[in-house]
């Protein structure tokens, strides 16, 4: 780990663009090893029944058990992670979800999208109540489809969204000329409002290009989207201020996840 930040700026930079990010919060090694677990699990994942969730053409989703992801602590304890996490959802925040994002050759542009409507404490108030983190598990390269995203459109008014995520074809250009192509390398983590305005782009590539998607919850806000389940011995193992915000089931014994989490409008992708 690596850096030091300025947390106000951090908040600001965030409640502005509605993206934030660290360079270099891991060692590109660390990232490897992160990388390794995401590809057993996608193997594993598409092996069984409603294993993977199609999120467009060659495009998937799939939610994990943390303790089948072996930096999940180093990620959840990273002090830039903790200290923007405190900053924006309180002291009380919660871990709620982990999976992860992989477009593979061919995968197709999406559509402009929020990752779910917004919340009254976000339409209301203008207060964020969660973050998104996003790991690259590779050096990302143009022709790999980057993450694009819209920054400040956190803050739209979804009148006329179908079903309150996706804007009418009539409000493209404003995103095409607000659009910023991220291409992180290995050991970068970036922070978002899921409600920022974004998309994946066309992989053109020969190469997969995974993302871990780190979900966190302000206390008190109602979650119906995740289950994060963890098995009795992990969990009892667990550091206690990484148990402290875990919200999370305790088992006794895991099961295999079945994917709840289809976004339906994005899993024909864009025209």
Not at 20 to 43: H, K, M, Q, S, Y
Not at 76 to 92: E, I, K, M, R, Y
Not at 249 to 259: F, K, S, W
């Amino acid at each position: 780990m690596t850096g030091t930040h300025d947390v106000d700026t951090l908040v600001r930079t965030l409640y502005s663009d509605g993206i934030v990010a660290l360079r270099g919060a891991f060692t590109p090694d660390w990232a490897d090893r992160l990388g390794e677990d995401v590809d057993l699990l996608f193997r594993e994942a598409l092996a069984r029944p409603d294993g993977a969730i199609g999120r467009g053409p060659n495009r998937y989703y799939v939610e994990v058990h943390p303790e089948r992801i072996r930096g999940f602590v180093d990620l959840v304890t990273h002090p830039w992670v903790v200290d923007l996490a405190t900053a924006v959802l309180g002291s009380d925040y919660r871990v709620v979800e982990i999976g992860f994002d992989v477009p593979l050759p061919g995968a197709v542009t999406q559509p402009w999208h929020r990752d779910f409507p917004a919340p009254r404490e976000t339409v209301e108030d203008r207060r964020l109540t969660s973050l998104a983190l996003n790991v690259t598990t590779v050096d990302t390269v143009p022709e790999m489809g980057p993450f694009e995203i819209a920054p400040g459109t956190q803050w739209d008014d979804a009148t006329g969204f179908d079903h309150g995520m996706f804007p009418p074809k009539s409000l493209y250009p404003r995103y095409e000329a607000l659009v910023q192509q991220k291409m992180p390398q290995r050991g970068d983590i970036s922070a978002r409002s899921a409600l920022t305005i974004h998309r994946g782009t066309p992989n053109r590539s020969q190469s997969a290009r995974p993302v871990v998607v780190l979900g966190l919850a302000a206390g008190g806000v109602e979650n119906d989207r995740n289950d994060l389940v963890v098995s009795r011995a992990y969990y009892e193992q667990l550091p206690g201020e990484v148990r402290a915000h875990l919200g999370c089931r305790v088992v006794d014994r895991l099961e295999p996840l079945v994917q709840k989490h289809t976004i339906e409008g994005l899993v024909m992708g864009a025209d």
